[in-house]
């Protein structure tokens, strides 16, 4: 017979390993938000801020991990509490290296706040807000548990890519066009290539939830709409340069 103590106290254990993701990922959230908003009103002193708040979400990684060890090694859990902390420790690790990507681009912000202003800004800006609302998204799949709004945010991945395919072609545009882009958008390329890397890290929280949910994979390829490998932008004819 199992003793009602020992569940209980699993319980607990449980409890407080998806409030740390909670945590951690409302972290993220918020550091996605402030990187993004630094991008668009060239924020500096909001960009330096966002990248200190790197430290706290590493901090919490590894207090998942060490809740995770402890549990496995003195509970010995089995079928869906075995799974929910292997997910657990999967989306702390996601957690952490989306929050890296947003500290590459508050980073990159600072630097912008720098340089002179260039139009593909915008675009860059619309994909973080919508890559920030597929973090949002997988996030409460995680928390209520809500395989069908993981799926969901799962397929907008593509959406993601998509958005940066197009802007890499036309951050190349604007380079060619005019020298003096180049270092600006050189810079924007770096912050593109780093929400489409969030958005991916998104994508495996998604994959996480539903095998925690299920016990099996997500079935299909992953959807990817990032064509910039193949991508090929022609130089504008020379008398067409000002």
Not at 227 to 242: F, L, Q
Request: glycine content about 4%; proline content about 4%; aromatic content about 4%.
């Amino acid at each position: 017979m199992v003793d009602h103590h020992i569940v209980t106290q699993f319980d607990e254990e449980l409890d407080e390993l998806r409030a740390t993701i909670a945590r951690m990922g409302g972290l993220v959230e918020q550091q996605m938000a402030n990187a993004i908003s630094a991008i668009g009103r060239r924020d500096d002193t909001l960009a330096r801020r966002c990248q200190e708040a790197d430290v706290e979400i590493d901090a919490m990684e590894d207090k998942v991990e060490a809740l995770t060890l402890r549990m496995l090694a003195l509970r010995q859990p089995v079928a869906l509490d075995l799974r929910a902390i292997l997910a657990a420790l999967r989306i702390a690790h996601d957690l952490e290296r989306m929050g890296d990507y947003a500290t590459n681009v508050a980073k990159r912000a600072s630097a912008l706040a720098q340089l002179p202003e260039v139009g593909p800004i915008n675009g860059i800006v619309r994909m973080g807000r919508l890559t920030h609302a597929v973090i949002k998204d997988v996030l409460d799949a995680y928390s209520e548990p809500n395989v069908d709004k993981a799926v969901t945010a799962w397929n907008r991945d593509q959406e993601i890519d998509q958005m940066y395919t197009s802007l890499f072609r036309e951050l190349l545009t604007y380079m060619m066009e005019d020298p003096r882009n180049i270092t600006p958008c050189a810079h924007l390329l770096f912050v593109a290539k780093n929400i489409e890397r969030i958005g991916d890290h998104a994508t495996n929280i998604a994959e996480t939830v539903y095998f925690q949910e299920k016990g099996t994979r997500l079935e299909g390829l992953r959807p990817k709409g990032d064509r910039t490998s193949y991508a090929v932008v022609e130089p504008p004819e020379p008398d067409a340069v000002t």
